[in-house]
């Protein structure tokens, strides 16, 4: 019997463990289920363990400890329940696996307390239980009272939990000691080194505010940088005359003007409603400055082969480049809409875009492609394994016959096979397609991922339905390289069933590649190539990764890289304690700290009474 007590609380954590690690690990598994079945079973089997005991001391007559055998049992119900609150939340959301509805965030809430209060009431049941007499000996008050001490000890905690949750999400923050505006980045200052004629920087701002202070140090950064940055610091109500000049209506502007042309940068005068705008200040500023000195661009997309466009489709977001859009807006490139490829490509264009195509290009297309290669043009083309929107079913991607002839002559064939990764993949939907979502932060020494190569430590690319290129030697004078590679636990999932089969291999598989040559009148010829369209969608460029890949394969694509580099951003950073000593002082002063003091009272007080 005392052998059958001492097991109760080990088989009930032994049971939480497992559902744990299956609910944490084996998501994607068989043995899934399984897993969780056992763990509930083996929960459950204390329970009755306790249920046993008080229903035995209950029929002894034993009233005493019946009842101290109940406060034992009802910690494990209050867990269980939270347990079963969890399968309850789980069973209510989609696909995006977020509360969305106020009912869902009541399930997480309730999930979380019961769980979290089931196991602080154990704590201290079980504890005093230990103690406890048995028999007519039994001291229930005692539990009883234990009981709401660590109950009120985990409302504490709750609250403490709520109170660092609410403050994270609340958008209005008291900032009395810090507050970091942004630097100027890599691509700003190379954009600032290469300015060739004077820029006349007016920053307009009242002797008192705040704000100047922040925009003066960014600023004074960039001049000396380049002396053609020439800083005038103005406050509007005292200089009216330069604030006409500057077309200035009010303070906490900058105005960049050059050979008649002006741009504006409206940040405001006060901090309160300056902040969110400073911690964005250089990719304002590097936008400002590159329509000030930069001709635009027009870069053509491509438009009749059920190829992705710029506008926003909620339903498929993975066929929508409106994300790319803003980038290249942000660079000065406006993208167009070709609607045929039967006449030449328009003068203007700096380089054509096909991306997602789901209809084959004919032969006439393709040749309008190679001219205009051939006389120094510029493309950028991501190809699909199949659809990358939600009616994926619906949607067969076909047979690029014309747009292969054209890679093999550049040194580049593009393979309709899908990539997987069963140890590094973006774990999404919990199911095995996730295997699909694949990472990586192998990239080349091209220019066309200059920024991702200094970075790679720290930036990944996603690449969410991928096939594969291989790259070869060109012919005419072109020369091929890879650029971005899979990680080496990828392997091409040839029967499509997401799992490593003996029969396919692992390897770094080529996901984009570069070539160039030599044209007519000193240009050169470039193109860009993707295994896989979804990596320019939308969902991906959310990830600073992806958007640095498309900012310099466009750079490099219209002979911008003078501009290449990082900007540097403040905007929503999150307090991350990832260094291991930033991690032990902030849990030991948040966490570790009070419990160590709650220990130490709780046995001074247990000395206490027994003196007594």
Do not use: C
Not at 159 to 176: E, H, P, S
């Amino acid at each position: 019997m005392n052998q059958l007590r001492a097991l109760r609380i080990p088989l009930f954590l032994l049971g939480l463990a497992l559902i744990f690690i299956a609910e944490r690990y084996l998501k994607t598994y068989d043995s899934y289920k399984l897993a969780v079945i056992i763990g509930v079973l083996v929960a459950l089997i204390p329970m009755a363990l306790t249920f046993l005991f008080m229903q035995k001391a209950k029929s002894d007559g034993l009233e005493a400890e019946s009842q101290s055998w109940k406060l034992v049992l009802g910690w494990k119900i209050l867990t269980m329940v939270g347990v079963g609150l969890f399968y309850v939340y789980k069973l209510t959301l989609d696909t995006s696996m977020n509360p969305d509805t106020l009912g869902q965030k009541a399930l997480l809430v309730l999930f979380l307390t019961s769980l979290f209060l089931g196991l602080f009431m154990g704590l201290g049941v079980e504890f005093s239980h230990r103690m406890n007499g048995t028999g007519e000996n039994a001291e229930p008050k005692r539990l009883g009272y234990s009981a709401k001490i660590w109950l009120s000890i985990g409302f504490l905690f709750l609250g403490m939990f709520a109170l660092n949750y609410g403050a994270a999400k609340q958008d209005k923050v008291f900032d009395l000691s810090y507050f970091k505006s942004t630097k100027p980045g890599e691509a700003t200052l190379n954009a600032v080194a290469s300015l060739d004629a004077p820029v006349r920087t007016g920053v307009f701002f009242a002797k008192d505010s705040e704000v100047a202070s922040f925009v003066r140090e960014y600023l004074e950064i960039l001049s000396k940088k380049n002396s053609n940055l020439k800083l005038e610091f103005y406050d509007k109500d005292f200089y009216p005359t330069q604030a006409e000049e500057f077309k200035v209506s009010k303070n906490g502007q900058i105005v960049l003007l050059r050979d008649g042309k002006r741009q504006r940068i409206d940040l405001g005068d006060k901090l309160e409603n300056a902040r969110k705008k400073l911690r964005t200040l250089d990719a304002q500023f590097q936008k400002a400055l590159l329509q000030l000195v930069s001709n635009q661009g027009a870069i053509y997309f491509t438009s009749s082969h059920g190829e992705m466009g710029w506008g926003i489709d909620r339903h498929s977001p993975l066929r929508s480049l409106s994300n790319l859009e803003k980038i290249l807006r942000s660079q000065n490139l406006a993208p167009k809409t070709l609607s045929s490829l039967f006449d030449a490509i328009p003068e203007d264009a700096e380089a054509v875009a096909v991306v997602g195509a789901t209809a084959a290009f004919t032969k006439e297309e393709v040749q309008t492609l190679r001219d205009y290669l051939n006389r120094g043009g510029k493309i950028l083309m991501a190809l699909d394994v199949d659809s990358a929107g939600e009616q994926a079913e619906e949607t067969v991607i076909a047979d690029q016959n014309e747009l292969q002839t054209l890679l093999t002559e550049v040194g580049i064939q593009f393979r309709k096979e899908r990539l997987a990764n069963d140890r590094d993949f973006v774990r999404s939907t919990r199911q095995k397609f996730d295997r699909a979502l694949i990472f990586t932060n192998l990239f080349g020494s091209h220019e066309s991922v200059s920024t991702l190569t200094r970075n790679d430590e720290k930036l990944n690319i996603l690449a969410l339905n991928s096939g594969y290129l291989v790259v070869e030697s060109g012919s005419n004078a072109w020369h091929p390289v890879a650029t971005i590679m899979s990680l080496r636990s990828t392997f091409i999932d040839a029967n499509k069933n997401f799992e490593y089969d003996p029969n396919e291999v692992r390897g770094s598989y080529p996901l984009a590649a570069a070539a160039e040559k030599a044209a007519a009148d000193g240009k050169k010829s470039r193109i860009l190539v993707f295994a896989d369209s979804s990596m320019l969608s939308d969902p991906p460029l959310y990830y600073n990764g992806n958007q640095w890949m498309a900012l310099d394969a466009f750079r490099w694509l219209t002979d911008r890289m003078n501009t290449a580099g990082a900007l540097e951003s403040e905007e929503d950073v999150r307090i991350q304690h990832s260094k291991s000593r930033e991690l032990v002082v902030f849990h030991s002063s948040i966490y570790i700290a009070p419990i160590l003091i709650l220990i130490l009272g709780f046995i001074v007080n247990r000395r206490k009474k027994g003196r007594t």
